[in-house]
């Protein structure tokens, strides 16, 4: 069978689903074809005109929900077709099966599930009994129970990282790997704490792929010449100092790409510090997310303090690894001299970017719940406001005066803290209404410390230049050449 992805901004590079790759391997193994495709809807019907797929899956976020519901239902009005929704949002509100033109809504681990889906429709056989799925027949919604988690990930086949290398328009320079499933940690904002809910007696939320497995991977990465950077995606990387220590040797000896990870202040000393480093990771990032402990530990329940943070920090920039910090503004029951807070405390880290975000309260969250009772849900946006970029809030604030100045902040946010000296400025900048300008500082510094400070700067000038429009065409210029040397001369066929 054929299975069609569409995936949103496919040509930026960054949203490579693992779940994706590796399920593309797993029905590969049993004979079946899987693509992705950038979610434009003149993309997707051009390349279901040219393959005519059984299957059209979606990989959800939240963020993506409603843009994916109305592609499918677009391409359902034209196309006779299979139709399947998995990722986040469907496992926490499965009720999306009852949309005019699902089919099918898988919750929690989809790989398993959705191999038997496909065997199933492949021979004929009936898919109302699979268990992971809700799937409607026949006007009729069969809602199956939960399969235990995977015991073993290692058992899973590598993923196919060339899923996405093929359809992607532009070379993909960095490559998304994830070495383990799980957190053992409830912040607010996260779906971690609902998971572990909806899995309890299922088996182990927190597991990990052994060094040996990851390393495999990794080693069919390296083979692929345009990878020129891991980015582990993993929640805590460093949550097993061990396996952290055995993955340093074998990685600096066998991989030698410049990685990034994600940490966690509580997870973050000297040793790990030094094995990262050694291994030869470039980048760390470290969530902050409130400058104001009352918000960082009560209202997200992050459970750290400011010299907890500033100690990690200190580790990590001693180590001689670049500093990423992660932070959210417009949280409930915050402020805007809350939000200067958080600013004061990126400052005070030193970190070489910080990035940001306003809250977004996901449904499903307790952040979500907790700004409903508190009355802060714009309505207008059901309390989550779909875009790729979060750069407008979906809460309701005190004034529309505070929320633009929030708003405003978010923007000015990251080259602040790169340039404290105009924090004075600031404070009266944000208070002009919303304008351009303010995305333009925002996108020129962000792009800035991207290339030049959160990855080495042979792999940032390589990749700038690989995203200029002289480079593509130069490039198709080539392949022109190319192609007219390698037709037959007249008379010599």
Known sequence: ?????????????????????????????????????????????????????????????????????????????????????????????????????????????????????VENLSRGDPAIGIKNWWIKEGGEIHRNPLRPLIRDLDRLPLPDHGIFRRSAPRSIWQAMVLTGRGCPYGCTYCYNHAYKALYRGKGRIIRRRSVDNVIAELQTVKRQKSYRFIRFLDDLFTLDPEWVREFSVRYRREIGLPFSCLVRANHVTPEIARDLKEAGCWRVTIGLEAGDEYLRNQILKRNMSDEEILNACRIIKEAGLRLVTGNILGIPGGSLEADFKTLELNIRTGTDFAGVNLLQPYPGTEIHRLAEEMGLLDRREGGMRESTVMRISSLCFRDEKEKQMVENLEKLFPITVGFPVIRPLVRWLIKLPPNKVFYLFLSGWVNYCHYFRAIPPRVGWRTIWKRTGIYHRLARLGETLTAKLKKPLPGNA
Not at 31 to 47: M, T, W
Not at 60 to 74: A, D, F, G, K, M
Not at 110 to 117: A, D, H, I, R, S
């Open 1 to 117: 069978m054929k299975i069609l992805w569409p995936v949103i901004d496919l040509d930026k590079g960054d949203n490579q689903f693992v779940g994706i790759m590796i399920m593309a391997a797993l029905l590969r193994r049993s004979g079946h074809h899987s693509e992705v495709v950038d979610a434009g809807y003149n993309r997707v019907r051009a390349r279901m005109l040219e393959i005519e797929p059984d299957i059209v899956a979606f990989s959800t976020p939240s963020i993506y929900s409603r843009t994916y519901v109305e592609l499918n239902r677009r391409l359902k009005r034209e196309f006779k077709f299979y139709s399947v929704f998995g990722g986040p949002h469907p496992t926490f509100f499965p009720e999306l099966i009852e949309e005019d033109g699902i089919d099918g809504v898988c919750i929690g681990e989809g790989e398993y599930p959705m191999l038997e889906l």
